[in-house]
């Protein structure tokens, strides 16, 4: 499994192309030659890179859902709408489909966040927002997700 690390601030140019910064480059080595899946986040307006190692991972946990069932049917459909096969290019550019750009809103300044296996990519300002945002209840929420001793992994 591939885990990146920081957060990194880099400008898109009129065509929805954005140069991916060296450190996170460096990070991705493994995965260049593979591609990359692009789609839209499920909880925020902003998009997801995913290594194709990481999406093929994802897609046979997908793949066993049961396709006779309406729900798993709907949320196969909603979950892969507009996703699209991407490359990071020979000068280090990724180039985000108008599609993509549109439903996240990215304009000139943004933010690519390490979220562990997968890069989320943000227009500048809804980053800055969400994180705002979830400045205040953040603490109770590492409580919850983090604080329990369900696994004994010794997490604290």
């Known amino acids: ?3 990146f690390i920081g957060t990194y ?6 065509k929805g192309r ?8 460096k990070q991705m080595s493994a995965a260049l030659q593979d591609g990359f899946v692009l789609k839209r986040a499920v909880f925020q307006s902003c998009l997801e890179l995913y290594p194709m190692s990481e999406w093929n991972v994802l897609m046979a946990k997908i793949n066993k859902l049961n396709r006779f069932k309406k729900k798993n049917n709907d949320f196969i459909r909603r979950f892969t709408a507009g996703v699209k096969i991407v490359e990071v290019d020979s000068a280090g550019r990724l180039l985000i489909p108008k599609d993509l750009v549109g439903f996240s809103g990215i304009s000139k300044e943004v933010v690519l966040a390490s ?3 997968i890069v989320e ?3 500048k ?3 800055e927002q969400a994180i705002d945002d979830a400045a205040s209840d953040f603490a109770d929420l590492a409580e919850e997700v983090m604080g329990q001793e369900d696994e004994g992994d010794g997490i604290s």
């Open 121 to 123: 990519i943000w227009d």
């Open 9 to 14: 601030e880099c400008k898109a140019d009129a």
């Open 1 to 3: 499994m591939n885990s």
């Open 125 to 127: 300002e809804k980053y």
């Open 115 to 117: 979220a562990v296996n």
């Open 18 to 25: 954005l140069m991916i910064p060296a450190a996170l480059k």
